[in-house]
């Protein structure tokens, strides 16, 4: 049986995108990339980098090194240690948007999340098929700042079997979250070889890598911890206008974090990945639903497989404030493009407000556009023990393709069969009916349902209480 064909596509052509890498090295070279973190400087000198004004120097020779030692695949297994994320060739995951501050209720009002609003989300991310792993996706505002990154990585751990795309708001932080992670997986070296996190690493256009940000690449590294680049050029404010442009300024910023990271361990598992957008000169405004915007990152996917590494991607949000049908339609195509496009991980189900709120209805509902933009991928292939000939002439003859074995045995694979709350009832049969309730109500209903019935499975209870150690230790120390 041949492989299915998987439909495709291509942002870029080939030629395109070794111009854009090529004027990416040049200005790594002749600008440079500001580093304020002391370590990251001693790093790229001793790699023989010079520092011109304030900003060192990249060779195109170091760059090169460096992906070479960059693994092209990373494994990412759940808590009790199975492989569930497998980043190679165009397999796709998709994951929850990350790090909100505001929370859409069920009443409808956006306001800033609790920690029962986040434990809500844990739970029904562990319970949704299509949502592959945890994200870190809101900052409680009822625990100080100062721990929130932790606080949410111990609820995360706790409440689900999934792995974790997190990241950390200090540089204090990587060492006690790194000891809740190696807490639930047993050791240092059981961690390195099983991953159970993704942290991401944002560099701060144009071109500059924060202290924090630059020790977070390093932490991980050090550690076997996949580090996940977020470039973020927005075409127009804090990078260059066009597409072309913003595509090289983003693949300037994620080189050199790869070199940051590959210089402080040599094979150290690094995600190509981003969340660019254009700037709307109307409203100050980066929509992250523009259709330029996701451009940006079909575009940005293309150069970093054409580099050879895993990638990533913030689609399938919307900029909405509401379920309505803008938030349906922006999050629809994200999602759809990033599939066909084979993104790695693809960061962004249940957020809408532009990357700034999550709404567990949105979740809900982007479950099942994954669940449809998988099967999209999976293509249409001939099937092993079907005779189309064969079934014909046997249908024709009864009259009936429903009860057909073939059809009873076969129709759950062929379909994708989505959740109840998903209308496709004929008119009449809708008209019949005497309570007709909109998606909005129906996705409500369904969430209070998943909170009233699923029960994750509980996390080993020594581990719990270690967990709860180290983290009331971590809060003891705010003064």
């Known amino acids: 049986m041949n492989k299915n064909f998987r439909p495709g596509l291509r942002m870029i052509a080939d030629e395109t995108i070794k111009k854009i890498i090529e004027e990416a090295l040049s200005i790594l070279k002749k600008i440079g990339i500001l580093v304020e973190n002391q370590e990251a400087l001693r790093l790229l000198k001793g790699a023989g980098m010079v520092l011109k004004e304030n900003r060192v120097l990249i060779t195109e020779d170091l760059v090169r090194t460096c992906l070479k030692s960059a693994p092209s695949t990373i494994k990412i297994y759940d808590r009790a240690g199975n492989l569930i994320m497998d980043l190679a060739d165009d397999n796709v995951y998709f994951v929850p948007g990350s790090t909100a501050v505001y929370f859409l209720d069920s009443e409808g009002e956006i306001r800033k999340p609790t920690t029962q609003d986040y434990i809500n989300l844990v739970k029904l991310t562990d319970f949704l098929p299509n949502i592959m792993a945890q994200s870190t996706a809101m900052i409680p505002a009822d625990v100080p700042d100062r721990i929130?990154?932790?606080?949410?990585?111990?609820?995360?751990?706790?409440?689900?079997?999934?792995?974790?795309?997190?990241?950390?708001?200090?540089?204090?932080?990587f060492e006690p979250m790194k000891r809740m992670l190696t807490e639930v997986r047993g050791s240092e070296e059981e961690l390195r070889r099983r991953p159970l996190a993704i942290f991401d690493a944002c560099p701060s256009p144009p071109l500059k890598w924060s202290d924090l940000t630059c020790q977070a690449l390093m932490d991980c590294a050090k550690s076997g911890i996949p580090a996940d680049i977020i470039s973020v050029p927005l075409a127009g404010a804090v990078s260059p206008v066009t597409l072309y442009g913003a595509l090289i300024q983003h693949t300037a910023e994620n080189l050199s974090g790869l070199v940051i990271s590959q210089l402080a361990m040599s094979g150290a598992p690094v995600i190509y990945g981003g969340s660019p957008a254009i700037f709307d000169m109307r409203d100050a405004t980066a929509p992250l639903g523009a259709i330029e915007s996701l451009m940006l990152d079909c575009g940005y996917q293309q150069i970093g497989k054409y580099l050879g590494l895993p990638t990533h991607t913030y689609m399938g949000l919307s900029d909405s404030k509401d379920l309505d049908s803008q938030m349906g339609m922006e999050a629809g195509i994200g999602i759809i493009l990033a599939a066909i496009c084979g993104i790695n991980v693809v960061s962004g189900a249940g957020m809408l407000g532009s990357e700034n709120c999550q709404s567990l209805e949105k979740l809900m509902l982007d479950n099942e556009l994954c669940g449809m933009a998988l099967r999209l991928i999976s293509g249409i292939s001939p099937r092993e023990k079907f005779e189309t000939e064969e079934i014909l002439g046997e249908c024709l003859e009864t009259g009936n393709f429903i009860s057909h074995a073939a059809t009873l045995r076969l129709f759950r694979e062929e379909q994708y069969i989505p959740e109840s709350f998903i209308d496709r009832t004929g008119i009449e049969a809708w008209k019949s009916k005497k309570h007709k309730k909109g998606l909005k109500k129906k996705l409500q209903e369904e969430v209070e349902k998943v909170m009233r019935s699923y029960f994750p499975s509980p996390l080993d209870e020594d581990i719990r209480s270690e967990l709860f150690k180290l983290w009331t230790n971590e809060a003891s120390k705010i003064k």
């Open 148 to 173: 929130a990154d932790q606080y949410r990585l111990y609820l995360s751990l706790c409440y689900s079997q999934k792995p974790i795309v997190t990241g950390t708001f200090s540089k204090e932080s």
